[in-house]
């Protein structure tokens, strides 16, 4: 589940840094966004993050960390299929709204969720193995974007072209079964605490 979730999490996450990258080149290009407006925007989504953040923190409370991710990922390719129809200036700023309060709720439920599911005596390492994981975020997705671009001449079915990644990640977050994640986890612990002479007796 762990490894699942993981491969859940590039593809998701390459998805959020390539829409974050390529904002300020759409809203320019296809949606006529002026560059004060962008610039304003841009701070804006970087304060909603934090809303976001806490706003999601409190809905997995309540529905659970993995429930709240799907959400948060789902909104993303809401997000998308918008800005594909997007046709002005204000409707920009309305959807960045919107990716700035899922921005920060994905990064912080994801890292959430995987700390629940690993030993908390090897978190160390695995987590810098989440880190390695998120640090390749972007380079797929921004591939992508340009590929479809150059090929199609528009930005538009360029940032479409990006859902693919949510809709992958979003299948396989789908089927990580947090619960046997969390009994491994259990089980390796038990393991641990368990010593030498007390397996032999």
């Known amino acids: 589940p762990v490894l699942l979730f ?19 080149l759409y809203g320019t290009e296809e949606v006529g966004v002026g560059m004060p407006m962008m610039m304003g925007t841009l701070l804006g989504i970087q304060l909603l993050a934090m809303v976001g ?3 999601f923190a409190r809905l997995a409370g309540a529905w659970g960390t993995k429930r709240a991710l799907v959400l948060a990922v789902a909104l993303w ?8 129809l997007l046709t002005t200036p204000a ?27 690993i030993p908390r005596e090897s978190s160390a390492e ?15 997705g921004t591939f992508l974007f340009a590929t479809v671009r150059q090929a199609t001449g528009t930005s538009r079915l360029a940032i479409l072209s990006v859902a693919v990644l ?17 009994a491994r986890r259990d089980e390796l612990r038990g393991d641990g605490a368990t010593s030498p002479t007390r397996r032999g007796s």
């Open 53 to 55: 953040a806490l706003l």
């Open 126 to 140: 695995l987590f810098g193995f989440f880190s390695v994981f998120n640090k390749l975020a972007g380079v797929l």
């Open 77 to 84: 390719l809401v997000a998308v299929g918008w800005a594909y």
């Open 91 to 117: 409707g920009f700023v309305v959807l960045a709204a919107l990716a700035g309060l899922v921005l920060g709720a994905v990064q912080a439920l994801s890292r959430s969720l995987f700390a629940a599911m």
């Open 166 to 182: 949510f809709v992958a990640g979003l299948v396989l977050l789908l089927r990580v079964n947090e619960a046997e994640a969390r």
């Open 6 to 24: 993981l491969l859940a999490f590039v593809l998701y996450n390459d998805g959020v840094q390539t829409v974050i990258k390529m904002a300020s």
